[in-house]
């Protein structure tokens, strides 16, 4: 019997959340010893070191893109097919593991797709994917996404796939809405995932497991969710605004080091110098 493999997987295209993504890095070796490969896109080659201090971690070029928002968005549509894993958990470089979370490898034995639902699920209250002001999903469903007024919106910063048939055709669909309508209609929406990410799942409509705020917690959002009960082991927020006792997971020799995060939002404009 073959073993299966799994594995983690974030994007890093942007050389500004460089910080961002040493101190997730930090975070996942904390409770995980599973390979992580970053998909990364214009990082300079002197800095990829620093990714690799804490080992199993492999580097691969995200598709490539002049427009750096576009680059991280076409590696997010691209996960499954860059995925090397069986069972594959996408975490965003912005997010710090408070606690292991073996168990979302464990549900995609019996789902195809773990996530969590957006803080506003309802699609129709999505007004942030348009720039024009109209209604949202007659809008979207206009342009060719296949959207229905009870279709959820999910928070794509974390999720976990399999690799099946299924997922295949699912992440072929979330590409080819995003590409040949997000992306071709920038006139009216917006850069981003939701429409077309819930359009592929309102198509494809994969076993899912639905995990608790807790597993992927927007501290912009807190106020939002109501009572969340259990421990918070995926936390959502850029590094300068955790709380001091969340930072304390990922402080490191070599974090602190470097003290990346408050060299680089300080002088961010002086590093691209100092690298060119």
């Not at 958990?89 to 979370?101: E, M, P, R, T, V």
């Not at 549900?107 to 797709?113: P, S």
């Not at 590094?239 to 969340?246: G, L």
Request: with cysteine.
């Amino acid at each position: 019997m073959t073993s299966q493999t799994k594995g983690i997987i974030t994007i890093l295209t942007l050389l500004y959340y460089f910080q961002y993504c040493i101190h997730f890095l930090a975070s996942v070796r904390k409770f995980h010893l599973e390979q992580i490969l970053i998909l990364i896109d214009r990082i300079p080659k002197i800095l990829e070191p620093w990714l690799k201090v804490d080992g199993n971690v492999i580097l691969q070029q995200a598709l490539a893109n002049e427009n750096t928002v576009l680059s991280s968005r076409k590696a997010k549509t691209s996960l499954y097919e860059q995925s090397p894993f069986d069972k594959t958990i996408f975490i965003d470089s912005g997010i710090c593991l408070l606690a292991n979370i073996s168990e979302i490898f464990d549900c995609l034995h019996e789902v195809d797709t773990v996530i969590t639902e957006d803080v506003q699920p309802a699609i129709t209250k999505n007004s942030s994917l348009l720039i024009v002001k109209q209604d949202v999903v007659p809008t979207l469903k206009f342009l060719g996404l296949p959207l229905k007024e009870n279709s959820i919106q999910h928070n794509t910063g974390f999720i976990g796939f399999n690799k099946s048939e299924l997922n295949k055709k699912l992440f072929a669909k979330f590409k080819n809405y995003f590409d040949e309508i997000v992306f071709k209609n920038q006139d009216v929406l917006l850069l981003r995932y939701q429409g077309a990410f819930a359009a592929k799942m309102e198509v494809v409509k994969p076993k899912l497991k639905i995990l608790p705020a807790s597993d992927n917690f927007l501290t912009k959002w807190k106020d939002s969710y109501g009572d969340v009960t259990e421990p918070i082991k995926v936390l959502h927020c850029t590094y300068p605004v955790r709380p001091q006792s969340v930072k304390a997971v990922i402080h490191l020799f070599y974090t602190k080091a470097l003290n990346i995060a408050k060299f680089m939002l300080s002088n961010i404009s002086n590093l691209k110098l100092l690298l060119c």
